[in-house]
T-cell receptor, first 114, second 111 residues
Framework: NAGVTQTPKFQVLKTGQSMTLQCAQDMNHEYMSWYRQDPGMGLRLIHYSVGAGITDQGEVPNGYNVSRSTTEDFPLRLLSAAPSQTSVYFC?????????????FGNGTRLTVT | KQEVTQIPAALSVPEGENLVLNCSFTDSAIYNLQWFRQDPGKGLTSLLLIQSSQREQTSGRLNASLDKSSGRSTLYIAASQPGDSATYLCSGGTSYGKLTFGQGTILTVHP
């Protein structure tokens, strides 16, 4: 059982470039979300989805886009990378109820923007 | 906005000690309270989840409690082992889209 899979593990971008961080889960989870983790700031929610075709903004959505065309996949797009987006990005998923279903995290993508 | 605070920021104990990690939150209309473990370079692993209607959960040597009235949760680790060394985070929120994480407690258990 793979759980939540994130690719790539590491990425270096130049300012202004765009890219997509991939996230896939094989647990048939309805809820998926993207977080960024920064020293001193903790984990902050970027975007989340409560089902295919439904997305919403979290705490720090600016500069990022998401879509949810299937239950399994929830890609995160950086439109025009900035040094402030240097961070570790985590994708997470949980079951339909959310309230009594623990979050499952991927192993993260470490992004550096120069 | 929910604020989550974890104390202490770091803790170093000898193997075999029982220990308590603390998590406090400001909004008592909490959705659930989760405790996670994070190893260096890895994602978070869920340890325990307490629903808003529950008071505690147990898994092996771990016990977590939730007191909404005081805005506190504690994670109790019995008979600590070097393999327990990691960063422990708690999260609380009022809905799935409003989960807030604490900064974490870095635990070191030395032989």
């Amino acid at each position: 059982n793979a759980g939540v899979t994130q690719t790539p593990k590491f990425q270096v971008l130049k300012t202004g470039q765009s890219m997509t961080l991939q996230c896939a889960q094989d647990m048939n989870h309805e809820y998926m979300s993207w977080y960024r983790q920064d020293p001193g700031m903790g984990l902050r929610l970027i975007h989340y989805s409560v089902g295919a075709g439904i997305t919403d903004q979290g705490e720090v959505p600016n500069g990022y886009n998401v879509s949810r065309s299937t239950t399994e996949d929830f890609p995160l797009r950086l439109l025009s990378a900035a040094p402030s987006q240097t961070s570790v990005y985590f994708c997470a998923s949980s079951g339909r109820t959310g309230r009594d279903s623990p979050l499952h995290f991927g192993n993260g993508t470490r992004l550096t923007v120069t | 906005k929910q604020e989550v605070t974890q104390i202490p920021a770091a803790l170093s104990v000898p193997e075999g000690e029982n220990l308590v990690l603390n998590c406090s939150f400001t909004d008592s209309a909490i959705y659930n309270l989760q405790w996670f473990r994070q190893d260096p370079g890895k994602g978070l692993t869920s340890l325990l989840l307490i629903q808003s209607s529950q008071r505690e959960q147990t898994s092996g040597r771990l016990n977590a409690s939730l007191d909404k009235s005081s805005g506190r949760s504690t994670l109790y680790i019995a008979a600590s082992q070097p393999g327990d060394s990691a960063t422990y985070l708690c999260s609380g929120g009022t809905s799935y889209g409003k989960l807030t994480f604490g900064q974490g407690t870095i635990l070191t258990v030395h032989p």
